[in-house]
Structures are given as C-alpha cells and as structure tokens.
C-alpha cells in the first residue's frame, strides 16, 4: 500500500558525505513512523535510525550515533538520512523502511540505495 523510493547512494571516499532520501507514495505520511537500515556485503540488514511520525523522537544504533542523522519532511513525504564522516564500513545497501504508528513493526520496505565507502 505504500510504495518508498530511495536515493543519493552512490560511490565515495572515506571521509565523505551523503544524504539519502526516500520518498514515499502515502498521502497520509504524518501517520507513518521511518526508518533506515542497511545490509553490508555478506551480512544481514541491521537497524540504523528511525524518526516517528511527528519527527518528535529519533533513534540511532550504537554505530550511527554522532555521525548519522535522521530528519522527515512531511510537506515533501520525504525521509533524509545525512551521513558524515563516512567509513569503509558504513558501505552497504541502504532500506527505508516504514509502518502505520500503531504498528509494533516495519510494514513496508524499499529496493535499496547502495553506498559504496572507498579507503
């Protein structure tokens, strides 16, 4: 029922930024609480952050604290995740993920952005 698309993956230095972004299709997007994860070569996906649906809490894994930021723009029903000070591993395919607030878990899911970190 809601569809999300990812974007800004891409190749860069150790050292680097980006911002990904993901749209989603609901017109009801103030409701839905986001999140992203990511699944490094050979691993299985891992939590990263997640923001609520009034953007009031966010959520950061060990890993993602002080370098990984969360933030939504309701009006564009857009998820960004800024992402500084990037690592080798921090390279992984990159998920938004999505779910209806009065839900206990992650209801939809995207194809993936891949963000490749060079040394």
């Known amino acids: 029922q809601v569809q999300l698309v990812e974007s800004g993956g891409g190749l860069v230095q150790a050292g680097a930024s980006l911002r990904l972004s993901c749209v989603a299709s609901?017109?009801?997007?103030?409701?839905?609480?986001m999140g992203w994860f990511r699944q490094p070569p050979g691993k299985e996906r891992e939590f990263v952050v997640a923001?609520?649906?009034?953007?009031?809490?966010?959520y950061y894994s060990d890993s993602a604290k002080g370098r990984f930021t969360i933030s939504r723009d309701n009006a564009k029903n857009t998820v960004y995740l800024q992402m500084n000070s990037l690592k080798p591993e921090n390279t992984a395919v990159y998920y938004c993920?999505?779910?209806?607030?009065?839900?206990?878990?992650?209801?939809?899911w995207g194809q993936g952005t891949q963000v490749t970190v060079s040394s």
């Open positions: 993920a999505t779910k209806h607030r009065s839900k206990s878990t992650y209801e939809y």
């Open positions: 609901t017109r009801t997007f103030s409701n839905y609480d």
């Open positions: 923001i609520n649906w009034s953007g009031s809490s966010t």
